[in-house]
């Protein structure tokens, strides 16, 4: 089974609408993220979380939301999705006392359309 | 401001021969370097790393070079297999920074049989 899982991996919506994209993972880390992937610009840092009453901005966090509800549970929310808001996104954990300083585990991503 | 650039979108390479994946940053802050390597559907995943304090690291077919005075690593891959082919991503942090990655814009890498 994976560590890190999200749902739905891809989901088409419209203008508009608001959307929940969900990560669970079996790790028993600490620390999660958001990130958003787009063509030509890399992974961009949306949100991070150290534990359940931890939650950080990251490089571009505007039009986004999240919730920690559990150590294994963190949730990115689109209140109300625009078309750039299209892109890949992906959930990652870490622990800062494994052996690979600052490695951080992904998730299979979620495939986000806006129309 | 892109602070990891990975100015290459995308290398060719024959199998069995050398694939040199190249990296700048410009942040002198960041001390910890990443590869992460992804396939098509999937999340990235871990390829190798090296600390500011080494000039190399070596993981099988895998070395990673850094030249802190150039801020420029690079990612060597020997021999190249068909497997290989993927989209690379380097990823820098800095020592008290969470944790955080910062990442280029990765670079696809196609082995030719």
């Known amino acids: 089974d994976a560590d890190v899982t999200q749902t739905p991996r891809n989901r088409i919506t419209k203008t508009g609408k608001r959307i929940m994209l969900e990560c669970s993972q079996t790790?028993?880390?600490?620390?999660m993220y958001w990130y958003r992937q787009d063509p030509g610009l890399g992974l961009r840092l949306i949100y991070y979380?150290?534990?359940?009453?931890?939650?950080n901005k990251g490089e571009i966090s505007d039009g986004y939301s999240v919730s920690r509800q559990a150590q294994a549970k963190f949730s990115l929310s689109l209140e109300s999705a625009i078309p750039n808001q299209t892109a890949l996104y992906f959930c990652a954990t870490s622990d800062p006392r494994d052996r690979g300083r600052d490695e951080q585990f992904f998730g299979p991503g979620t495939r986000l359309t806006v129309l | 401001d892109q602070q990891v650039k990975q100015n290459s979108p995308s290398l060719s390479v024959q199998e069995g021969r050398i694939s040199i994946l190249n990296c700048d940053y410009t942040?002198?802050?960041?001390?910890?370097f990443l590869w992460y390597k992804k396939y098509p559907a999937e999340g990235p995943t871990f390829l190798i790393s090296i600390s500011s304090i080494k000039d190399k690291n070596e993981d099988g077919r895998f070395t990673v070079f850094l030249n802190k005075s150039a801020k420029h690593l690079s990612l060597h891959i020997v021999p190249s297999q068909p497997g290989d082919s993927a989209v690379y991503f380097c990823?820098?942090?800095?020592?008290?920074?969470?944790?955080?990655?910062?990442f280029g814009q990765g670079t696809r890498l196609t082995i030719n049989p």
């Open positions: 790790k028993g880390h600490d620390r």
């Open positions: 990823a820098a942090s800095a020592r008290g920074g969470a944790q955080k990655l910062v």
């Open positions: 979380s150290f534990d359940v009453k931890d939650i």
């Open positions: 942040n002198s802050m960041f001390d910890y």
